[in-house]
């Protein structure tokens, strides 16, 4: 049996599907519990930072705390909620890329914008890199641009440490940033042509599998339609007839075979051939059973030597009637 080529690619399509959507969902999975993480970690670096300003002998509570609260809670909320609620959905992880760019953003600030919190970006974007989704990457780069524009033209400090800043600085930082994301890009294209690949031998696979089991269950079908003429044939017989195995196990006995030793069916299969001879010739019968099967010889069994069997109540059967039946 052979299956058509649109079956394997609609086999292929399906497993892709169900592979990608698992890798989407667990990510976003991940992805909402890093986001509070985060979220609780610029809480601890605000209160560790800077938890109060002074004005002259009085002190309040500092913008970073308040900012780390309220603007962390309100960055992170949404893409938690969606990865929570809705998994696996584009309009997943693309907030959630918004968001994580965002606490990046927040970080960099809540340190007054310096160098090593930078590195956060290039994290989250290989972090963002296991959806496999080079669109993802993409949505966080335009965040990041966005966010050192403005702030590098409007509040500098906050994102380059500096009062003053090149209106141009920001072209150094996004050219970084565009330079991760084109190669996690081309590793995520890799990946997707990869599971596609995997996708497509597993069909193969399956749809072999699916031919053989077919192939199987026809064979054995037409098995046992022959096995079952065999035995219509056998118990139409007006003779005696039994197959046993070599070690002397019947496995068929046809009708006649019943009536001659007045055993059922049922109580001579899976007996030895010598439930059926009397007790004085059982001890020696499977030596010659043996010899029998070592050198098989076209002839009636018993030929050449006094055979009789014994029926069910103790009676035998001489040889002259029953010497074919065996």
């Keep these: 049996m052979t ?12 497993r892709y599907s169900a592979q990608y959507d698992a890798i989407l969902r667990r990510t976003d999975r991940i992805f909402a519990s890093l986001l509070a ?3 609780l970690g610029m809480i601890v670096a605000a209160f560790m930072i800077s938890p109060r300003t002074w004005y002259g002998s009085q002190s ?9 609260l309220i603007l962390g809670s309100a960055v992170v909320s949404l893409p938690i909620y969606l990865a929570l609620r809705a998994p696996g959905q584009t309009l997943t ?9 965002l606490v990046s953003a927040l970080l960099i600030h809540l340190t007054g914008g310096r160098i090593e919190t930078h590195f956060h970006i290039f994290g989250s974007l290989a972090f963002l890199s296991f959806y496999r989704d080079w669109r993802v990457l ?3 780069t335009i965040v990041v641009v966005v966010d050192h524009v403005v702030r590098g033209v409007f509040w500098p400090q906050s994102v380059f440490g500096v009062l003053n800043a090149s209106p ?57 339609a022959t096995e079952a003429r065999l035995r219509l044939i056998v118990d139409a017989a007006p003779c005696g007839m039994v197959m046993m195995r070599d070690d002397g196990v019947m496995t068929m006995v046809n009708q006649h075979m019943e009536e001659m030793f007045g055993f059922s069916r049922d109580e001579m299969l899976g007996q030895p051939i010598e439930m059926l001879l009397p007790t004085r010739y059982r001890a020696a019968h499977p030596a010659q059973r043996d010899s029998f099967f070592a ?17 069910r109540e103790g009676s035998e059967v001489p040889r002259d009637t029953g010497h074919n039946q065996l």
């Excluded at 309040?60 to 780390?68: E, G, M, N, P, S």
């Excluded at 996004?174 to 997707?192: H, K, R």
């Excluded at 069909?203 to 098995?223: D, G, H, M």
């Excluded at 098989?296 to 029926?311: D, I, K, M, Y």
């Design 3 to 14: 299956i058509p080529d649109e079956d394997i690619q609609q086999r292929a399509a399906l």
């Design 37 to 39: 993480v985060e979220w």
């Design 60 to 68: 309040q509570v500092h913008l970073h705390v308040w900012t780390a």
């Design 93 to 101: 992880r693309h907030a959630i890329a918004i968001g994580q760019m």
């Design 138 to 140: 993409g949505t966080a």
């Design 168 to 224: 141009w600085r920001w072209v150094e930082h996004a050219g970084w940033v565009v330079f991760e994301v084109v190669f996690l890009a081309v590793a995520c294209l890799q990946g997707i042509r990869e599971m596609k690949s995997l996708a497509r031998q597993q069909a193969r696979l399956e749809a072999a599998n699916a031919s053989i089991e077919v192939e199987v269950a026809q064979r054995t079908k037409e098995l046992q």
């Design 295 to 311: 050198k098989p010889q076209t002839r009636p069994v018993g030929s050449n030597r006094e055979l009789f069997g014994a029926r």
